[in-house]
């Protein structure tokens, strides 16, 4: 059985697909074989970040449908051999997204893979009320910014009592923080939430935190996720969180920005 | 071609309506018994809408006349919206009454009437909310259990309580959390918490830290616009004198 992750936030433009490819690279990269899919319909832009664009033939919806099989529609990754990448479409409309299609995918790839990564759009609509409903742990993506952590606050709301865990009466999804966009600068001069704000308002387990950085933008441009670049601050920041995902306990870091690690554990609920 | 505005729109919510549990097919035990729980609290069940529930009576095999019962309910000013557990002819005739036949499973408060063997003549007021069981305040008399939540309330969440409302976690900007009876938050309140909202005046609001966006006690209220700086992100009890809202804190 695989475990499914959402990457969510209610807010868009946070760095959800931009977590969701670097996450995906760095499990499969650990040894896990990964699904990535895209639950973004109409905004499809996870190939591209995956540099996998240009081999996309089916899509997520055509799966639903029944038009192609799961394994005619899985795009293996160039620069890892146990990373699957499942687009959107672009030219469907959401509607194509049902439940019953979306879990049935779901057990499918369950078969066959160790973790599914959804991607979630923006907003509190279908699209991502379907991303989460099937999770086992959610990545909730948040700026340290008032509007992105409420929109936060409201999605742990939905994940709480709008996922399939929930209505089944199971344990909980799994919660963690993932502050991103982190700039210590901003954050110093007051015109950025920091940390200890944002935890005051989510109280979740902080599984990293990923600090602005140019090397973010050009491995999109270059189709490459940031957490193979191993040189940039960004990359190493995911690399830690995929780490501490799998149980490693690794220090915070970039809380302070260019100077020396702050090593203060954050995070509640154990 | 221009987008007109459209007629209408879907949100999904939730409607709080009692459950009437029942135990009897007596319809002179049952109209005794809801007159005895008017009388005990008139505001609180006029015009309340009510779900019938079946799945007792049809344990015990009592049956009973679906027609006959919602009629009753009507004459003496309830609106029942829904029927539970009803077997396939008390089904049928709810849906010629239109009224909508519910399958989903606890929630919501119910009244308890008639419970089988324990007490016939004072059947306890009880009620099934989703984390913990708390009657109904029938105020003043009846015991109050509480409804206990250990979870975080997050925006956009909404807990309600027919007595007591007991919560350990957080309560976020833009949760709203409503309860019959007092409101205890042993964290940080940052959303709207409404007490008493039966009507109940003595009812009240402690919390560890004050930093809400509206406190109201049966209808009275402040929004954090008028909570003054000394209170705020203090411990407080919050109570009703005269018809005005005292915040004081708790040393
Ligand atoms: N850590 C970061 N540093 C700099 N830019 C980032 C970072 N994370 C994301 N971005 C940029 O922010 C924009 C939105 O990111 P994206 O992952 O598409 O967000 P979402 O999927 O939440 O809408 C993109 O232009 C991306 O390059
Ligand atoms: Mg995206």
């Known amino acids: 059985m695989a475990r499914i992750i959402v990457v969510t936030s209610g807010k868009g433009g946070v760095g959800k697909t931009t977590t969701s490819a670097a996450i995906a690279m760095g499990l499969a990269?650990?040894?896990?074989?990964?699904?990535?899919?895209?639950?973004?319909?109409?905004?499809?832009?996870?190939?591209?970040?995956?540099?996998c664009e240009r081999r996309v033939v089916y899509d997520f919806i055509n799966v639903i449908n029944g038009e192609a099989?799961?394994?005619?529609?899985?795009?293996?990754?160039?620069?890892?051999?146990?990373?699957?990448?499942?687009?959107?479409?672009q030219t469907r409309d959401k509607d194509a997204l049902t439940e019953e299609g979306v879990g049935r995918v779901l057990d499918e790839l369950s078969k066959d893979f160790e973790y599914i990564v959804c991607d979630?759009?923006?907003?509190i609509e279908k699209g991502a009320?379907?991303?989460?409903?099937?999770?086992?742990?959610?990545?909730?993506?948040?700026?340290p910014e008032v509007s992105s952590v409420r929109d936060s606050d409201r999605m742990l709301g939905i994940l709480s009592s709008k996922s399939r865990r929930a209505e089944?009466?199971?344990?909980?999804?799994?919660?963690?923080?993932?502050?991103t966009r982190y700039d210590a600068d901003r954050v110093k001069s007051g015109e950025m939430l920091s940390l200890e704000d944002v935890q005051e308002i989510l109280s979740l387990e902080l599984l990293g935190i990923i600090p602005e950085s140019k090397s973010v933008l050009s491995a999109s441009n270059a189709g490459i996720p940031v957490i193979l670049d191993e040189k940039s601050e960004a990359g190493q920041a995911y690399a830690d969180v995929v780490a501490r995902y799998l149980g490693e306990k690794r220090p915070h870091r970039f809380i302070d920005g260019k100077h020396g690690f702050l090593r203060r554990l954050f995070g509640g609920r154990k | 071609?221009?987008?007109?505005?459209?007629?209408?729109?879907?949100?999904?919510?939730?409607?709080?309506?009692?459950?009437?549990?029942?135990?009897?097919?007596?319809?002179?035990?049952?109209?005794q018994t809801l007159q005895e729980k008017i009388n005990l609290a008139p505001e609180f069940f006029r015009d309340s809408p009510l779900i019938i529930d079946l799945r007792e009576l049809n344990k015990l095999n009592q049956d009973l006349d679906f027609v006959q019962i919602t009629q009753l309910l009507r004459r003496i000013g309830f609106f029942p919206v829904g029927i539970r557990g009803g077997n396939e002819q008390q089904n049928k005739q709810a849906r010629t009454l239109s009224i909508p036949i519910d399958t989903v499973r606890e929630q919501g408060n119910s009244i308890t009437i008639g419970e089988a063997q324990k007490q016939e003549a004072a059947p306890e007021v009880t009620a099934a909310a989703k984390e913990s069981i708390s009657p109904i305040a029938a105020p003043p008399q009846a015991p109050v259990a509480a409804t206990l939540v250990t979870q975080p309330i997050r925006s956009?969440?909404?807990?309600?309580?027919?007595?007591?409302?007991?919560i350990l976690s957080q309560v976020s900007a833009g949760a709203e959390i409503m309860a019959e009876g007092n409101i205890h938050v042993y964290n940080t309140l940052r959303g709207r918490a409404l007490a008493g909202v039966h009507g109940n005046t003595a009812a009240r609001i402690f919390c560890f830290d004050l930093q809400a966006e509206l406190i109201s006690i049966a209808g009275d209220y402040k929004t954090s616009e008028d909570l003054n700086k000394q209170t705020y992100k203090n411990p407080v009890q919050i109570y009703l004198q005269n018809h005005a809202l005292i915040i004081k804190e708790i040393a």
């Open chain 1, 168 to 179: 089944r009466n199971e344990d909980p999804i799994k919660e963690y923080l993932l502050l």
């Open chain 2, 1 to 31: 071609m221009l987008n007109t505005p459209p007629a209408l729109e879907f949100k999904s919510s939730t409607f709080f309506a009692p459950i009437l549990i029942l135990y009897t097919h007596d319809m002179v035990a049952i109209e």
């Open chain 2, 156 to 166: 956009g969440q909404r807990i309600y309580a027919s007595g007591d409302l007991i």
């Open chain 1, 29 to 51: 990269k650990a040894g896990h074989k990964t699904a990535v899919i895209d639950f973004d319909v109409g905004l499809r832009n996870l190939d591209l970040i995956l540099g």
């Open chain 1, 120 to 123: 979630s759009p923006a907003g």
């Open chain 1, 69 to 89: 099989s799961l394994n005619q529609a899985l795009i293996r990754d160039k620069n890892c051999n146990l990373l699957y990448i499942l687009p959107a479409s």
């Open chain 1, 129 to 143: 009320n379907l991303a989460l409903y099937f999770a086992d742990d959610a990545f909730v993506v948040t700026n």
